[in-house]
T-cell receptor, first 114, second 111 residues
């Protein structure tokens, strides 16, 4: 059974600093997703990583995937207050009947302070 | 705006009641997924439909059921509601399974 673990679960950052959120998954997965959620809102798709070594960047966020280590990272560069939100990683199982659904981590609540 | 719509936005009901949540996927998307988000359990996959047929089941209770209609909209039926069913229910859709786009959610409160 695929399990997804994120750490840290809470992250308080100062503006201008860099930090990394880690996402480990327990069994084979062919796709890794990162989503952002603002309080009381829906999930906004940030990145979809499809292959080993994939790296994607959008603004101050960069995501990477290492399928051999079963690890994805979300790196935040020079954080700004607008990045405050909860970030979820999710993986898609490749075996069994549930091939379409996503398994989510518990989320990392990011707070960027001036 | 993802293009996925859900109604209603908020629903307040009593224990033991039955409710129906509705989802319209993005135009052209054949797959619909239902997820539940609660403080206790986090984000959990409930069920997936593809072009009207059930494709995958997750941690969906027997009191819950879903269907996808010929026009591809989907409904999630929750019956014999308990306090613990209070949560945000999201619908997501995708066309080829690569990326899932989430709707705004329905916040269910069971009193």
């Amino acid at each position: 059974e695929l399990k997804v673990e994120q750490n840290p679960l809470f992250l308080s950052m100062q503006e201008g600093k860099n930090y990394t959120i880690y996402c480990n998954y327990s069994t084979t997965s062919d796709r890794l997703y990162w989503y952002r959620q603002d309080p009381g809102k829906s999930l906004e798709s940030l990145f979809v990583l499809l292959s080993n070594g994939a790296v994607k960047q959008e603004g101050r966020l960069m995501a990477s995937l290492d399928t051999k280590a079963r690890l994805s990272t979300l790196h935040i560069t020079a954080a700004v207050h607008d990045l405050s939100a909860t970030y979820f990683c999710a993986a898609r199982p490749t075996y069994g009947g549930s091939q379409g659904n996503l398994i989510f981590g518990k989320g990392t609540k990011l707070s960027v302070k001036p | 705006d993802s293009g996925v719509t859900q109604t209603p936005k908020h629903l307040i009901t009593a224990t033991g009641q039955r409710v129906t949540l509705r989802c319209s996927p993005r135009s052209g998307d054949l797959s619909v997924y239902w997820y539940q988000q609660s403080l206790d359990q986090g984000l959990q996959f409930l069920i997936q439909y593809y072009n009207g047929e059930e494709r995958a089941k997750g941690n969906i209770l027997e009191r819950f059921s879903a269907q996808q209609f010929p026009d591809l909209h989907s409904e999630l039926n929750l019956s014999s509601l308990e306090l613990g069913d209070s949560a945000l229910y999201f619908c997501a859709s995708s066309v080829a399974g690569v990326e899932q786009f989430f709707g705004p959610g329905t916040r269910l409160t069971v009193l």
